[in-house]
């Protein structure tokens, strides 16, 4: 982590459940970093309530907000719904701004975000946290190595819903690549009854499946694969996400959130795979914070690739035991952080957001349209579908 004497101050814009579980604790247990120093709310009550419990004045008047408690970066945590007009008056307002995911349902108000950030000369990140998980961060660290070669085909199997998937199987490809065209198709199901664990129900329900085909520029494939009861479904357990390179290959195997990495090159001689082998590297012999993950990968060349914990104590004890998807979370703040003290870009962005969101309306327009393949770009006004 970044050691600046002086921490970004930092409020929180609106009172979903995140705000107070999610962001305030990752705020706090940061303070090299930011300082949390405020909080907005539409509702007196709520506002109230997450002030309270984060111990931080609470406002319902964002201008007021900014002229007493003088934020530079606001984190956006609001109901799904209102991601794009939340947002929009954040950066409207002068913040530096890390918004939830999507950027925007609609592709004209995720331009519009992008548009006032960059008329003010304000760095917007995006909470798109998947890529950042720790295995998924030791993946695209061998990819960048080059011992794999050129990526063909990616693959989100179950592995997250909607932009999520789209993001973690673009990831492989390298966010560069360009895709050109979309083929889709969304079917309806129906399920036995069984237990949902999200809603803590039992009944009978109408699963909907989505599946996409995206063609790259560079002649590249990315595949993806979703339904809708993929979280909580006994009957839908399976989780994976998969490359195929000119070198070899990786496929996370996986019953929830329990999954298992399989990434192989080639052995001596070329007639088997060799298998790499992943650690965690951790504080202490039984456990604490996680330090680095670390691939052994029998290359003579290049045996050890490591990523690092970016939030790894400076001192032994003295920092946050995080799980993978808080790692995640908290790599997107450190982002924007970076990006405003640099001056520099944010390492995933709101305009790679919008590309996630654009595939994903492309997908259910291809699909309405009975499996069309869609060229892109989509007329920005295209609605979520």
Known sequence: ??????????????????????????????????????????????????????????YTDLERLISETAPEIGIVSVA??????????????????????????????????????????????????????????????????????????????????????????????????????VTGAVKEFPLAPHWARISDTYAARTETQEHGMIEFAGGQLGIYHW??????????????????????????????????????????????????????????????????MVAHTGDPDQPIVRWDNPFRPARQGHGPQWHDDEIGVAGCLLSLVNAVRSGGEPTYGPNQARLDQELVLAIRQSAQEGGRPVKLSLDPAQQTL
Request: hydrophobic fraction near 40%; proline fraction near 5%.
């Open 80 to 181: 799904y719904g209102a991601n794009g007009e939340v947002g929009l008056m954040a950066v409207e307002a002068g913040l530096h701004v890390l918004l939830e995911t999507p950027i925007a349902h609609r592709l004209d108000e995720a331009d519009a975000i992008i548009a006032a950030s960059a008329a003010r000369g304000r760095k917007i990140e995006v909470a798109e946290q998947f890529h950042r998980r720790p295995l998924e961060q030791i993946k695209l660290a061998l990819l960048a190595s080059g011992l794999f070669g050129q990526v063909h085909t990616a693959f989100n199997d179950f592995a997250g819903h909607g932009y999520h998937g789209v993001s973690v199987m673009r990831s492989y490809l390298g966010l560069a690549a360009r895709p050109v065209q």
């Open 227 to 292: 339904t809708n009861v993929g979280y909580d479904s006994p009957l839908r357990w399976w989780r994976s996400s998969r490359f195929l390179a000119e070198k070899g290959m990786g496929i996370t195997t996986g019953v929830g959130l329990e999954v298992h990495e399989w990434l192989s090159l080639l052995a001596p001689g070329g007639e088997a795979p060799r298998f790499i082998t992943l650690e965690r590297r951790w504080e202490r012999n039984d456990g604490g914070a996680l330090i680095a």
């Open 1 to 58: 982590m970044s050691q600046s004497k002086t921490p970004l101050r930092v409020c929180i814009i609106g009172t979903a459940r995140r705000s107070e579980y999610l962001y305030g604790p990752i705020l706090q247990a940061l303070p090299h970093e930011v300082e949390l120093v405020s909080v907005w709310g539409r509702s007196p009550d709520s506002a109230r309530r997450l002030g309270e419990a984060l111990h931080v004045p609470a």
